[in-house]
């Protein structure tokens, strides 16, 4: 699917993300979320989240300096993804750990700029259903990418790897 085409069965670049899959990242990082930078009010995953208005890409993102921020975000399908993650990546300065559920684009510059880069991807097995879609799951394969401080990253050479699951 060439970049900058949306979901074939939605007419927005705009999906939410399924319950299964926040509740298994709210589990992972022990509560919520602080921000969501890529949200609207319908599908926000976190208390405090910005909206296309707000421009969550002009925004500083370590809404709760000093501490560390936890961030979710779903960005916007399209040719804009690569600023997204290069966001996240540079947030890290900030104290900012940030889980992306990203499409699996190995064939772009920014998966290999910066998704490289993270501290873990996380590849979903099967695809991914975006809730409110009626048409089923999207049509390729989807990974959570995590980015973290240096201080607190896994692994310090190579990403860490491996597969994401939903609970039976």
Not at 25 to 46: C, E, M, S
Not at 69 to 89: D, L, Q, S
Not at 117 to 125: K, L, Q
Not at 147 to 166: A, G, N, V, W, Y
Request: charged letters at 30%; proline letters at 7%.
């Amino acid at each position: 699917m060439a970049e900058g085409i949306s979901l074939k069965t939605l007419d927005s670049k705009e999906h939410a993300t399924p319950e299964w899959i926040i509740r298994k990242l709210r589990n992972d990082i022990g509560g919520d979320f602080d921000l969501d930078p890529a949200a609207t009010p319908g599908n926000a995953k976190a208390p405090l989240y910005y909206t296309e208005e707000d421009n969550g890409l002009v925004k500083h993102w370590d809404i709760c300096n000093p501490s560390t921020t936890f961030v979710f975000c779903n960005p916007p399908y399209g040719r804009e993804v690569g600023k997204w993650v290069r966001k996240a990546f540079r947030e890290t300065d900030r104290e900012v750990i940030s889980y992306l559920l990203l499409k699996v684009s190995s064939d772009t510059d920014w998966w290999h700029d910066y998704v490289l880069r993270a501290d873990e991807i996380r590849f979903i097995h099967h695809r991914v259903k975006y809730e409110g879609v009626s048409e089923g799951p999207a049509p390729f394969p989807s990974c959570i990418v995590v980015f973290r401080p240096e201080k607190l990253m896994i692994s310090r050479e190579d990403p860490r790897i491996s597969s994401f699951r939903r609970d039976r």
